[in-house]
């Protein structure tokens, strides 16, 4: 964990490009691999960020111009959102501290086999597939159910960070 409130406080802080570098730099291998999680206000604070200080590098192209920033430092941002209504999943509702839900959290993560994070599948990789209804004559369809055990596995003490008491600023 990375602590945007600094040492000793309890507050959320703003952003900095220099701490989501610590995170970064915290996962292990090169940053193609990784990506970074976070909600919409965060992205484009990282994208604001970038361009205040003077690193965007925007083509001026009718396809492009004024796209958001896909990726900081090699490594690919994505939002966790619901896309239906657009409600974030990684809100400001976490407390670092200080009594009030005012937090967010954003997540480094490097996907991959065997020594990153994946996903797993058990039983050998079988699942069950079971017929609940059959075939309809009035409706050319069939209801099945799948039951599988399926999980996640970090293989790697340092195959993700999380930065913590990130501020809505």
């Known amino acids: 964990d990375f602590d945007m409130s600094g040492s000793g406080s309890t507050d959320a802080s703003a952003l900095t490009l220099a701490k989501l570098d610590e995170v970064f730099d915290a996962v292990h291998g090169p940053n193609s691999g990784k990506i970074v999680t976070s ?30 920033l896909e990726a900081y430092a090699g490594v690919q941002m994505v939002v966790i959102q619901k896309e239906h209504d657009q409600s974030t999943i990684l809100d400001f509702d976490e407390d670092p501290g200080d009594g009030g839900d005012d937090g967010a959290s954003m997540y480094c993560i490097k996907f991959g086999n065997e020594q990153d994070v994946f996903g797993i599948l058990g039983a050998g990789g079988a699942f069950e597939l079971r017929s609940i209804t059959g075939e309809k004559e009035l409706n050319p369809r069939s209801l099945r159910r799948i039951s599988a055990y399926v999980g996640t596995v970090t293989a790697h003490p340092r195959a993700f960070a999380r930065l913590n008491s990130v501020a809505q600023l």
Do not use: H, P, T, Y
């Not at 919409?40 to 958001?68: I, P, T, W």
């Open 39 to 68: 909600n919409q206000f965060l992205r484009r604070k990282v994208s604001a960020l970038v361009r205040a200080a003077g690193q965007a590098r925007e083509m001026v192209d009718r396809r492009n111009f004024g796209e958001q």
